[in-house]
């Protein structure tokens, strides 16, 4: 049973930083490509920053490039979203995703597993 679990989210304000983490289980993730996307409400969910489990290659959305930093932990199998200088446009639905096979995944039908999302709540 493949599961991603989200945790690291909560209530912060303008300016602050948060740090997301998520526990992969469940089959070999070497191959794989890791996302966060996020989803605020009446919005579509969107990408926000990739890894590739084995490699070097990462991918951000514009809006967060700068801000963010997507890292892994492969003896850990965690992947981790550093956020810093939040803004309220960043509130939403956090949501870690991994695209089986994937040298690099940008959108979200290539993704296979999903997190049921932690919440970040950005106040001004």
């Known amino acids: 049973q493949v599961q991603l679990v989200e945790s690291g989210g909560g209530l912060v304000q303008a300016g602050g930083s948060l740090r997301l983490s998520c526990a992969a289980s469940g089959r070999t993730f070497r191959n794989d490509y890791m996302g966060w996307f996020r989803q605020a409400p009446g919005k579509e969910r969107e990408f926000v920053a990739g890894v590739r489990w084995s490699g070097d290659s990462t991918a951000y959305d514009a809006s967060v490039k700068g801000r963010f930093t997507i890292s892994r932990d492969n003896g850990e199998n965690t992947v981790n979203l550093q956020m810093n200088s939040l803004k309220p446009e960043d509130t939403a639905v956090y949501y870690c995703?991994?695209?089986?096979?994937?040298?690099?995944?940008?959108?979200?039908?290539?993704?296979?597993?999903w997190g049921q999302g932690t919440l970040v709540t950005v106040s001004s």
């Open positions: 995703a991994a695209a089986a096979g994937a040298l690099v995944a940008l959108r979200e039908y290539q993704y296979n597993y």
